[in-house]
């Protein structure tokens, strides 16, 4: 952490592996898809301090991290969970769309499997 408290947006989301490079995370800053304390970022050199709230808009979805910590530098995923509480919402869970052959029983076009039962039914009755 530096002398003064505070630290880089662009660096702090490289060191919280919030994005893959830092090139990647002043991208994000100058984007407009990070919010500081509610207030847009539009550049990457701004500062952050402990008990900020950081909103980032990434590709389908949006992380909402309060600063705890200020990292000296990036290390693992394990070391990085520590610098940031998650505050996100909980993503929608997905629903998966219903079977494309179901049906109700006796309606509409009958499977093979009934045809079958149909030809067993007829031959019999001969």
């Given at each position: ?39 847009r970022v ?46 996100s919402p ?8 219903s079977p ?27």
């Amino acid at each position: 952490m530096g002398e003064t408290g505070k630290l880089r947006i662009d660096k702090w989301l490289w060191f919280a592996r919030v994005v893959k490079t830092r090139s990647a995370a002043a991208a994000l800053c100058e984007d407009g898809s990070v919010r500081l304390n509610g207030t847009r970022v539009d550049q990457a050199h701004k500062a952050i301090r402990i008990g900020d709230v950081v909103t980032v808009a990434l590709t389908g979805r949006i992380k909402v991290l309060k600063v705890v910590a200020l990292a000296e530098r990036r290390g693992p995923y394990a070391e990085a969970q520590h610098i940031y509480e998650d505050l996100s919402p909980e993503p929608p869970r997905f629903e998966p769309p219903s079977p494309v052959a179901e049906r109700e029983p006796g309606s509409g076009r009958p499977t093979k499997a009934d045809r079958r039962d149909l030809d067993r039914l007829r031959r019999d009755d001969d």
